[in-house]
């Protein structure tokens, strides 16, 4: 471990209790509750799989009767020990040196999830995961990898909280996906933390031919800082990538976050579409990078961001890169007040100013455009209804 690394880690406690399995039914009550909100449904019947892990322990990996020999989920640890081939996937998208928090991850690995969807499945039912952090201080590190086999389909939902009791940590979360030939992966993950941890997404996406990765990414309450910048690879004939990101910026978040799109092969397309909203004295940079090295490949980069606050801070920053001719990228943004015609039409109807507020920003980060399953589509529009609503 490097000296940075050290001292990186050397604010935040490895000391954690072992957490024994359980159902998510016998959860203590405050952890069950907090897992809910970040998508997480009680009733293990309605989800194909479900994987949870507290601070360094993983507490249940248990797929549905149903798809049993359909998908498979456990922990990366237990995955390695039994697969040799899946080291052939292990740290393969994402470098573990590529700087102090991989490092970090590799060195002091503290479990995640693997989860496989058999070739030609189509599950009709979200998995669903839960990394959570209940120690106060705690560093977890996780290292996932998802791999969708040919014709295969899934939803998966993941949801990163902390108990109520936690105010600090650091959450360093390495993601590999694998989207093979005519597969198509959704991937949810909702976070919601607390206003002195420190959270360090580090994800990319290999895609195949006529293959197709939704990753959608939801953040609505305070955190110290965030910082994440995906990678997706369309390296398959008429691959796709859809990037969908919300983020509600509080207190005195510092959110950087974004989506690198890269187009290797023929017929290929990509599209990163942010909202983003920041209120008090938060900071919000939302990064976009298209990048086309072939040529019929396409893609585009939308960012949309709300300004609540005079202290408040959004920073859109779009980069288009062509390497061959034909290759056609395109962005759009926009960053910006309320307008007040739109307040004052509003209020003219019978809305307070602050009913006339809430009601735009609520329209503003639109839910739909993540083509969630209904249930967690109404979840999320109450969450956000509930962020606003309180911050305005």
């Given at each position: 471990?490097?000296?940075?690394?050290?001292?990186?880690?050397?604010?935040?406690?490895?000391?954690?209790?072992?957490?024994?399995?359980?159902?998510?039914?016998?959860?203590?009550?405050?952890?069950?509750?907090?897992?809910?909100?970040?998508?997480?449904?009680?009733?293990?019947?309605?989800?194909?799989?479900?994987?949870?892990?507290?601070?360094?322990?993983?507490?249940?990996?248990?797929?549905?009767?149903?798809?049993?020999?359909?998908?498979?989920?456990?922990?990366?640890?237990?995955?390695?020990?039994?697969?040799?081939?899946?080291?052939?996937?292990?740290?393969?998208?994402?470098?573990?040196?590529?700087?102090?928090?991989?490092?970090?991850?590799?060195?002091?690995?503290?479990?995640?999830?693997?989860?496989?969807?058999?070739?030609?499945?189509?599950?009709?039912?979200?998995?669903?995961?839960?990394?959570?952090?209940?120690?106060?201080?705690?560093?977890?590190?996780?290292?996932?990898?998802?791999?969708?086999?040919?014709?295969?389909?899934?939803?998966?939902?993941?949801?990163?909280?902390?108990?109520?009791?936690?105010?600090?940590?650091?959450?360093?979360?390495?993601?590999?996906?694998?989207?093979?030939?005519?597969?198509?992966?959704?991937?949810?993950?909702?976070?919601?933390?607390?206003?002195?941890?420190?959270?360090?997404?580090?994800?990319?996406?290999?895609?195949?031919?006529?293959?197709?990765?939704?990753?959608?990414?939801?953040?609505?309450?305070?955190?110290?800082?965030?910082?994440?910048?995906p990678t997706a690879y369309c390296r398959g004939e008429d691959?796709?990538?859809?990037?969908?990101?919300?983020?509600?910026?509080?207190?005195?978040?510092?959110?950087?976050?974004?989506?690198?799109?890269?187009?290797?092969?023929?017929?290929?397309?990509?599209?990163?579409?942010?909202?983003?909203?920041?209120?008090?004295?938060?900071?919000?940079?939302?990064?976009?990078?298209?990048?086309?090295?072939?040529?019929?490949?396409?893609?585009?980069?939308?960012?949309?961001?709300?300004?609540?606050?005079?202290?408040?801070?959004?920073?859109?920053?779009?980069?288009?890169?062509?390497?061959?001719?034909?290759?056609?990228?395109?962005?759009?943004?926009?960053?910006?007040?309320?307008?007040?015609?739109?307040?004052?039409?509003?209020?003219?109807?019978?809305?307070?100013?602050?009913?006339?507020?809430?009601?735009?920003?609520?329209?503003?980060?639109?839910?739909?455009?993540?083509?969630?399953?209904?249930?967690?589509?109404?979840?999320?529009?109450?969450?956000?209804?509930?962020?606003?609503?309180?911050?305005?």
């Amino acid at each position: 471990m490097s000296p940075k690394t050290r001292l990186v880690l050397g604010r935040y406690s490895r000391e954690a209790k072992e957490w024994p399995s359980c159902p998510l039914s016998l959860l203590p009550e405050e952890i069950l509750r907090r897992s809910m909100d970040v998508g997480v449904v009680s009733d293990e019947g309605e989800r194909a799989a479900t994987y949870l892990q507290i601070d360094h322990s993983v507490v249940l990996q248990a797929v549905q009767e149903a798809f049993k020999g359909k998908i498979e989920v456990m922990s990366t640890r237990e995955a390695l020990e039994r697969y040799g081939w899946l080291r052939d996937y292990w740290w393969k998208l994402v470098r573990a040196d590529a700087d102090d928090y991989t490092r970090l991850a590799d060195s002091l690995w503290d479990q995640g999830y693997f989860i496989r969807v058999f070739e030609g499945e189509k599950v009709i039912l979200p998995l669903q995961s839960c990394l959570f952090m209940s120690t106060e201080n705690i560093n977890q590190n996780v290292h996932n990898v998802v791999i969708a086999e040919p014709r295969s389909e899934a939803h998966i939902i993941t949801g990163c909280t902390v108990h109520p009791n936690v105010h600090s940590g650091l959450h360093v979360g390495v993601s590999e996906f694998y989207v093979k030939e005519g597969a198509k992966l959704t991937f949810t993950m909702i976070h919601s933390w607390a206003p002195e941890v420190e959270v360090r997404p580090r994800s990319a996406a290999l895609i195949g031919d006529d293959a197709t990765f939704i990753s959608n990414y939801i953040s609505l309450k305070p955190v110290k800082s965030l910082q994440m910048y995906p990678t997706a690879y369309c390296r398959g004939e008429d691959s796709r990538v859809s990037f969908n990101l919300i983020l509600y910026g509080v207190g005195e978040s510092k959110i950087d976050v974004g989506a690198k799109v890269v187009l290797q092969g023929e017929g290929s397309r990509g599209e990163v579409v942010s909202r983003a909203v920041a209120t008090d004295k938060a900071q919000i940079y939302v990064r976009g990078f298209l990048l086309g090295e072939r040529e019929e490949s396409r893609a585009h980069l939308e960012c949309r961001g709300l300004l609540l606050s005079d202290e408040a801070m959004i920073h859109a920053i779009p980069e288009l890169l062509a390497k061959v001719k034909g290759a056609e990228l395109s962005h759009e943004a926009a960053v910006g007040k309320i307008a007040e015609d739109q307040i004052l039409y509003l209020m003219a109807r019978g809305f307070s100013r602050e009913e006339a507020e809430s009601l735009i920003v609520r329209g503003f980060m639109d839910v739909s455009i993540l083509g969630l399953p209904e249930r967690l589509s109404r979840d999320i529009k109450r969450m956000i209804d509930a962020t606003t609503l309180g911050a305005l």
